[in-house]
């Protein structure tokens, strides 16, 4: 099995970003912890970030000709305005999970909808970086998980 992870822009700052929200680990923190949390489940990742939209939507496109089993995606401000990253998902059904790490519920108005909640197997919000690690297991358990 593998997945694709993916952050959008600005969690590249994680560690230095706004620590009340995202906490302190670092996104090179978050990386090893991505890996090794996949390594011991057995699976492939392949993770990405990247502050521009289309580069997001291509990696979707390339998680299908790739031929990925699911994608775990914290899309970060794009969540609230994207409807290419909706489309992408939808696009290629591919099972993909939606992460946040701050518990966007309990935020601004603006950051209340997600587009590309529609087109996600499941949204994990609010867990930390944690969050991450649920999402890989979902996607490994399946739709019953
Ligand atoms: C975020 C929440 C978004 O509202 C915000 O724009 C982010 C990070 C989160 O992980 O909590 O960049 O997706």
């Known amino acids: 099995m593998k997945l694709m992870i993916l952050n959008g822009p ?17 996104y090179e923190q978050l990386l090893e912890k ?20 289309g ?22 401000a794009y969540t609230h305005t994207s409807i290419a990253l909706l489309d992408a998902v939808k696009s290629v059904s591919i099972p993909t999970v939606e992460v946040h790490i701050s518990n966007v519920k309990e935020r601004e108005d603006f950051r209340q909808i ?3 909640r529609a087109a996600c197997v499941d949204s994990i919000i609010g867990h930390g970086t944690a969050g991450y690690l649920e999402a890989i297991d979902r996607l490994i358990g399946g739709e019953e998980a």
């Open 10 to 26: 600005n969690l590249n700052l994680l560690g230095i970003r706004e620590p009340a929200h995202y906490g302190k680990e670092t």
């Open 34 to 53: 991505i890996e090794a949390h996949a390594s011991l489940r057995g699976v492939a990742v392949t993770c990405r970030q990247s502050n521009h939209e």
């Open 55 to 76: 580069d997001l939507v291509d990696w979707i496109q390339e998680a299908y000709f790739e031929g990925y089993d699911g994608v775990v995606i914290n899309p970060g």
């Open 114 to 116: 997600s587009y590309i």
